[in-house]
């Protein structure tokens, strides 16, 4: 399955809004879901208990509870703005989560210098 960035942005902010680990997300299927809880969990942007069945299906474990690490919280402060958001995805396209993680930041720290007036 390849990997999706708006999926993983729209999981991120399900997550900080819901407090439970029924993810849902319009227009994608529990299958992809799962496997991009999977991806963040990996890339240390959430904590979930991740699991997969005998059937090779992604499982995210009821006991466990999903929630964003200070990366993931990070992640999705850097990526709420949406035209941020898009031009960093046009900029990045299939790059890594690293990627897209550091040159939000480098954005986001623009941004917030030139609101602040205290650009070079």
Avoid at 30 to 42: N, V
Avoid at 60 to 66: A, H, K
Avoid at 103 to 117: D, E, F, M, R, S
Wanted: overall charge negative.
């Amino acid at each position: 399955m390849k990997r999706d960035m708006d999926l993983i942005r729209k999981i991120l902010f399900y997550i900080e809004e819901n407090d439970d680990i029924s993810v849902a997300v319009d227009g994608y299927d529990q299958r992809a879901i799962s496997y991009h809880i999977r991806l963040l969990d990996e890339a240390d942007l959430i904590h979930a208990a991740v699991l997969s069945s005998n059937s090779g299906e992604i499982v995210i474990q009821e006991s466990g509870q999903t929630r964003l690490t200070w990366s993931g919280h990070e992640f999705i402060d850097a990526a709420r703005e949406p035209t941020r958001w898009n031009k960093v995805k046009a900029a990045l396209g299939d790059a890594t989560i690293a990627a897209y993680i550091g040159l939000l930041n480098q954005v986001a720290i623009h941004y917030a210098t030139k609101a602040a007036g205290i650009e070079n």
